[in-house]
């Protein structure tokens, strides 16, 4: 079984706003480096993304995978399940909580399990979950304050 790992980060826009970046799955190639493609492929009637299926190139991990989406009524909450094993993972789960800081920025709390399909020390697995997650929350961060300040 996989550990999780979770880390925060603080964003300069209100939590609607953090959403919006994190639910725009079809945008993620313009922003988020690791990601060559993003593929809603189907959507609650709210429209919202229910599942996307993402083409991912990390340096060290190459993948395409297709994630299940949940989110609470006021998307505070995203979060995801890897909807079936990949060439590279045999489980993702991860979750974005969103936190109104009351002072115009938002709390960006990021965790994350994955369980490689391939043989990978812990330490070795714990450091690269702690890259992508550094990774995904600067890019969030630098392409939600780039909209505000728009």
Not at 25 to 43: D, T
Not at 62 to 80: G, K, V
Not at 117 to 142: C, N, V, Y
Request: proline share 2%; charged share 25%.
């Amino acid at each position: 079984m996989a550990d999780s790992s979770t880390q925060s980060i603080v964003v300069a826009g209100a939590p609607a706003d953090v959403a919006a970046i994190i639910c725009d799955f079809s945008h993620y190639p313009r922003w988020a480096k690791a990601v060559k493609r993003a593929e809603v492929l189907a959507e609650y009637e709210d429209g919202h993304a229910a599942q996307v299926r993402f083409a991912i190139d990390a340096g060290m991990l190459t993948d395409e995978y297709t994630l299940d989406y949940e989110y609470a009524e006021d998307l505070t909450r995203i979060e995801w399940t890897l909807a079936e094993p990949s060439s590279a993972q045999k489980r993702q789960d991860g979750s974005y909580d969103l936190v109104d800081n009351g002072d115009g920025t938002t709390t960006v709390t990021y965790t994350l399990r994955v369980e490689l399909s391939i043989a990978m020390l812990g330490m070795f697995q714990r450091k690269a979950e702690k890259m992508i997650m550094d990774t995904a929350l600067r890019e969030l961060k630098r392409q939600v304050e780039r909209g505000a300040a728009a």
